[in-house]
């Protein structure tokens, strides 16, 4: 289900569920964050929910008032419930969960990719296709929505000219189901994240990247996130995450369901 015109960037509080058909495989993001097979597995054959609270705390609590994004992912398959608490002040916090592990991160809320103090800058050490794929310019192998739908023309005219014959005058897939690039909606406001893992293992010392806004399939509006991870000096994968919006968030039950598979699970779960 497409994002109604009252969830955007600045209150993304809701329920969501990712779009395997419109996202890009995310086993190869999941490999270089060291996640073993069985998990992997898991995970690519589980539902996996976001459940979003965003607000701020009251000027008496917090005289900043800087944006809270909390997000609580289940998913089925017996795969643990984690919990992020992001802030938006673009502080560096530690986190550590069953997944993924011990990592340090910061969030913020940014306005444009044309630079300046309160724009869009590169936090890693990522190369052109990286910065072109997090700013919406090309798809995580760093191809622009033109040139997707020129080579599947040119694939479809080699394999089967009568099938291009009939299909005369139609859209190609591509060209028909995305539109590549970030809505420029809420005064081009998007969030970026930043997250290194500190684990002392193999597994360890990645760093993932993300910016987080809107974009249009099929003429529909979406929530995405589009993720760069890296490992060592060459060692780097992109994905765009889509998800569909499932309404709005009952945090009473969702706490009161949590607290029950905690107590069962022997788990915490932090709120």
């Given at each position: ?12 509080s ?15 993001i999941?490999?270089l ?5 069985f ?10 929910t ?43 916090r ?28 590169m ?27 020129a ?6 005219a ?56 809107f974009?249009?399939?099929d ?17 780097v ?35």
């Amino acid at each position: 289900m497409a994002a109604p015109p009252k969830v955007t960037i600045d209150d993304l509080s809701g329920k969501f569920v990712m779009n395997r058909n419109l996202s890009d495989p995310i086993d190869p993001i999941l490999t270089l964050q060291g996640l073993s097979w069985f998990l992997r597995k898991a995970i690519s054959f589980a539902t996996v929910t976001l459940s979003v609270h965003q607000y701020r705390k009251p000027a008496s609590e917090e005289p900043k008032q800087p944006i809270h994004i909390d997000i609580t992912q289940r998913a089925t398959g017996g795969i643990s419930t984690t919990q992020e608490n992001r802030v938006l002040d673009w502080s560096e916090r530690d986190h550590e969960d069953r997944i993924f592990g011990k990592v340090k991160g910061k969030s913020r809320m940014f306005e444009g990719f044309g630079g300046g103090e309160n724009g869009f800058k590169m936090e890693g050490k990522g190369g052109e296709v990286d910065e072109r794929f997090l700013k919406g310019d090309v798809d995580k192998d760093g191809k622009t929505e033109s040139e997707k739908a020129a080579g599947t023309e040119a694939e479809g005219a080699e394999g089967d000219k009568t099938t291009q014959q009939e299909g005369e005058g139609t859209t190609s897939t591509a060209t028909a189901a995305t539109t590549s690039g970030w809505l420029d909606e809420n005064s081009a406001r998007h969030v970026q994240s930043w997250v290194v893992n500190v684990d002392e293992t193999a597994a360890g010392g990645w760093t993932a990247e993300q910016v987080w806004g809107f974009e249009m399939f099929d003429q529909k509006r979406y929530y995405t996130r589009r993720v760069v991870v890296r490992k060592g000096e060459d060692k780097v994968e992109r994905a765009r995450l889509v998800y569909d919006y499932k309404g709005e968030v009952d945090m009473e039950a969702e706490k009161a369901e949590d607290g029950k598979k905690a107590a069962a699970e022997e788990l915490e779960v932090e709120y």
